[in-house]
């Protein structure tokens, strides 16, 4: 192991070394010689453009000719489908009407349909007046808690009815009627649709799933609705949506074949350059794993179909990605010799369907579905009051339905249905092939280069010498580390790190002397470190917006989005430090010990099953199995431990038991 290791470098001063002995103990536990508040998420930054650069790359290749262009769809198209996952099978959707409305020109149904057994979808269908089958038009509603009965989007709809479209306006989980974390009185328990989304996402995604999935699935049997309706046909389906819409609608597009034409509304920009600016956004704007899958691509995947993008020039949404991926649309279209196809309008205004995006949507599926492209006036549409547009009695679907079915629910459920799944893969006698499934589910990439350190401090305590370290592996973030050697005359014992994520990281282990004075007289080697996004490089809490109830939200999720998620980095870490500490002369042979809580516990849990240099780990004050985050999607920070899928193959129960008893946890 020593190879992998660089000593003190020669040009360190060894003045300074002494002065820093003669000064005594420094209880600071600052060891990094640079502010690191932000190097995590620039790291992580840095990998985002170099996947996006691969992707630009393969574009660039592809608009040389409609042939490559269609390889190139292609491939995106497989991207997406092992993004999305698998889906069930279609059972009867049970629609019922519950209430219809007569309007002028058309008239305003309310129903419910089941998109998964016992899974209620909330929606208003609005039918033209006169003789069918007409186009039909789904209808997508972004984050307003009001969704279908929001007041631009009933316009929106009604503009659509009185030119000749059926609309199903549905209300996505989590707004309308269909909130899912909810009391007995169906008051909800979150403060909205963002942030119910977000931490229902977290579950979805440890069984292999996501809550844009779950969106995409009852979309799909929205337009199996609307098959069963003579008012429509079938071979002319349109989908528009805003805001949360927008990225449902483009998912929508590139999945289902039935979709001829659509226009997405306030979402579509670049996401390479959205979560730089921005950082990463609500639980159902994107999917773990999209890796280097741009906006643009969803759209590609379905061209060269009728497209329209509709955006605000004065957008939260990043307005220079909105132009820059439209760019890519219109080369695209161009290459498949289809130029005509793609659109975009842009209207001086800010985030929203307003009126001239409606007017110019309904003059778009005009010109497609009617051949008939004259400029589509609004006028004075109306609107209903909510009340009168509900589809169920009590206006939720949690207290309408004795047997709804949520979507943590959803989750729980699927969970059950893997146990098979994970008794098989346990199974394996093959140890070393289990060991390498278990690196490439939490994508591990071992790095082997050569550690280097830098010590930035030292300074002789009462019976010990400590060194303020700073691991470093070229590729990695620097791993600031505080070792406190016995200097008592017999040989240390062995090797315990510590690692905490209270208040300030290793700092609070720092200030405990009792606990230093104890481990040095038993002529323990003690060390205190900070992994990647705690302490010293813990990000700043005011770039993740509260309502995500995650203090690295945005560090996490990039990481899920790159397919290298945040624990998989740390178990590197804890590598890392091993790879020193084993280097170290005299040090080799030394057991392990390593202590852990918080957002470490799973992180450890992970490590000690992979590498046996760690002779014990104990685990205090974590989260002992995944399944809890299932239970009670009520809970903070649970994205600095969600790897996607990892439940399809394992729990933390079940690498403790691996584990031979090396692994030691108590209940959180």
Same mark, same amino acid.
């Given at each position: 192991?020593k190879k992998f290791?660089k000593s003190?470098?020669?040009c360190?001063?060894?003045?300074?070394?002494?002065?820093?002995?003669?000064n005594?103990?420094?209880?600071?536990a600052?060891?990094?010689?640079?502010?690191?508040?932000?190097?995590y998420?620039?790291y992580?930054v840095?990998?985002l453009?170099e996947a996006?650069d691969?992707?630009?790359?393969?574009?660039e290749q592809a608009?040389?000719?409609?042939?490559?262009?269609?390889?190139?769809q292609?491939?995106?198209?497989?991207?997406?489908l092992?993004v999305l996952?698998?889906?069930?099978?279609?059972?009867?959707?049970?629609?019922?009407?519950?209430?219809?409305?007569?309007q002028?020109g058309f008239?305003?149904?309310?129903?419910?349909y089941e998109?998964?057994?016992?899974?209620h979808v909330?929606?208003n269908l609005?039918?033209?007046?006169?003789?069918?089958?007409?186009?039909a038009?789904?209808?997508l509603n972004?984050h307003e808690?009001?969704?279908?009965?929001?007041e631009?989007?009933?316009?929106t709809?009604r503009?659509?009815?009185?030119?000749?479209?059926?609309?199903?306006?549905?209300?996505?989980?989590?707004q309308g009627?269909?909130?899912q974390?909810?009391d007995?009185?169906?008051k909800?328990l979150?403060?909205?649709?963002t942030?119910e989304?977000?931490?229902?996402?977290a579950?979805?995604?440890?069984?292999?799933?996501?809550?844009?999935?779950?969106?995409?699935?009852d979309?799909?049997r929205?337009?199996?609705?609307?098959?069963?309706?003579?008012e429509?046909?079938?071979t002319?389906?349109?989908?528009?949506?805003?805001?949360g819409?927008?990225t449902?609608?483009i998912?929508?597009?590139a999945f289902?074949?039935r979709?001829?034409?659509?226009?997405?509304?306030?979402?579509?920009?670049?996401?390479e350059?959205?979560?730089?600016?921005a950082g990463?956004?609500d639980?159902?704007?994107?999917m773990?794993?999209?890796g280097?899958?741009e906006?643009a691509?969803?759209?590609?995947?379905?061209?060269?179909?009728p497209?329209?993008?509709l955006?605000?020039?004065?957008d939260f949404?990043?307005?220079?990605?909105?132009l820059q991926?439209?760019?890519?649309?219109?080369?695209v279209?161009?290459?498949?010799?289809?130029?005509?196809?793609?659109?975009?309008?842009?209207w001086?205004?800010?985030?929203?369907?307003?009126q001239?995006?409606r007017e110019?949507a309904v003059?778009?599926?005009?010109?497609w579905?009617?051949?008939?492209?004259?400029p589509i /006036? &609004?006028?004075?549409i109306? *609107? !209903?009051p909510?009340? =009168?547009l @509900?589809a169920?009695?009590?206006?939720?679907v949690? #207290?309408?339905?004795?047997?709804e079915a949520?979507?943590?629910?959803?989750?729980?459920?699927?969970?059950?249905d893997l146990?098979?799944?994970?008794?098989?893969?346990?199974?394996?006698?093959?140890k070393?092939?289990?060991?390498?499934?278990?690196?490439?589910?939490?994508?591990?990439?071992?790095?082997s280069?050569?550690?280097f350190t830098?010590?930035?401090?030292a300074?002789l305590?009462k019976?010990?010498?400590?060194?303020?370290?700073?691991?470093?592996?070229t590729?990695?973030?620097?791993?600031?580390?505080?070792?406190?050697t016995?200097?008592?005359k017999?040989?240390?014992s062995?090797?315990?790190?510590h690692?905490?994520d /209270? &208040?300030?990281g290793?700092? *609070? !282990?720092?200030k405990n =002397?009792? @606990?230093?004075?104890?481990e040095m007289a038993a002529? #323990?080697?003690l060390?205190?470190?900070?992994l990647r996004?705690?302490g010293?490089t813990?990000?700043?809490?005011?770039l993740?917006?509260?309502k995500?109830w995650s203090?690295?939200?945005r560090n996490?999720?990039?990481?899920?989005h790159?397919?290298?998620?945040l624990?998989?980095q740390?178990?590197?870490?804890v590598?890392?430090?091993l790879?020193?500490l084993?280097?170290?002369q005299g040090?080799?042979?030394?057991p392990?010990h390593l202590?852990?809580?918080?957002?470490y516990g799973?992180?450890?849990?992970?490590a000690a099953?992979l590498?046996e240099?760690i002779?014990?780990a104990?685990i205090g004050?974590?989260i002992t199995t995944?399944?809890?985050y299932?239970?009670?999607? !009520?809970?903070?920070?649970?994205y600095?431990n969600?790897?996607?899928g990892?439940?399809?193959?394992y729990d933390?129960?079940?690498?403790?038991k691996?584990?031979?008893?090396?692994?030691?946890?108590?209940?959180?």
């Open positions: 192991m290791v003190l470098p020669a360190f001063p060894a003045a300074f070394l002494l002065l820093a002995l003669a005594g103990p420094h209880t600071q600052q060891v990094l010689p640079f502010k690191g508040q932000t190097v998420n620039a992580l840095r990998h453009h996006y691969q992707r630009r790359a393969a574009l608009l040389a000719s409609p042939a490559q262009m269609q390889a190139y292609a491939k995106v198209k497989e991207e997406y092992r996952g698998t889906f069930p099978q279609k059972q009867p959707l049970n629609a019922r009407i519950t209430r219809t409305i007569k002028n008239r305003v149904e309310n129903l419910t998109s998964r057994p016992n899974h909330t929606a609005y039918i033209p007046e006169g003789k069918g089958p007409f186009p038009v789904l209808l972004g808690m009001t969704a279908k009965a929001t631009s989007y009933q316009k709809a503009l659509f009815a009185t030119h000749g479209f059926v609309v199903l306006s549905v209300d996505p989980f989590s009627e269909r909130v974390l909810t007995a009185a169906g909800t979150t403060r909205g649709a942030t989304h977000t931490l229902l996402n579950g979805a995604n440890l069984v292999g799933t996501s809550v844009a999935a779950y969106m995409l699935w979309n799909v929205g337009l199996d609705y609307l098959e069963t309706r003579p429509v046909d079938k002319r389906f349109g989908a528009i949506g805003n805001s819409g927008g449902q609608t998912y929508l597009t289902d074949d979709i001829k034409a659509a226009a997405p509304c306030s979402y579509f920009t670049q996401r350059r959205y979560i730089e600016v990463s956004q639980g159902c704007q994107y773990p794993g999209e280097n899958l906006m691509d969803f759209i590609i995947a379905a061209a060269p179909k497209v329209l993008v955006a605000g020039e004065n949404v990043d307005h220079r990605g909105t991926g439209f760019k890519e649309l219109q080369q279209y161009r290459t498949l010799q289809q130029p005509t196809k793609v659109e975009l309008f842009v001086p205004d800010g985030h929203g369907i307003s001239p995006k110019v003059t778009w599926f005009r010109k579905f009617y051949q008939d492209d004259t /006036k &609004e006028g004075n109306g *609107s !209903l909510e009340k =009168d @509900l169920t009695p009590s206006g939720q949690n #207290t309408a339905f004795a047997q949520t979507v943590q629910a959803l989750n729980q459920r699927r969970f059950q146990a098979r799944e994970r008794q098989a893969f346990l199974a394996q006698q093959d070393t092939a289990l060991k390498t499934k278990v690196r490439e589910v939490i994508g591990l990439q071992l790095n280069t050569p550690v830098e010590v930035t401090d300074s305590g019976g010990y010498r400590l060194e303020k370290r700073v691991l470093m592996r590729g990695e973030l620097p791993v600031p580390a505080m070792v406190y016995p200097t008592g017999g040989k240390p062995r090797i315990r790190v690692l905490t /209270k &208040e300030k290793k700092e *609070s !282990l720092a =002397d009792s @606990l230093i004075q104890k002529g #323990t080697i060390v205190f470190a900070d996004g705690v010293e813990k990000d700043d809490p005011k993740n917006d509260a995500y203090s690295e939200y996490a999720v990039l990481s899920l790159l397919k290298r998620p624990l998989g740390r178990v590197q870490d590598v890392t430090l790879d020193y084993k280097a170290q040090w080799e042979n030394l392990v202590e852990a809580e918080g957002v799973p992180v450890v849990t992970h099953f590498d240099r002779t014990q104990t004050n974590a995944y399944e809890a299932l239970r009670n999607p !009520l809970q903070k920070d649970m600095s969600v790897v996607q990892i439940l399809q193959y933390l129960p079940d690498l403790v691996q584990s031979a008893g090396r692994i030691k946890q108590t209940q959180l």
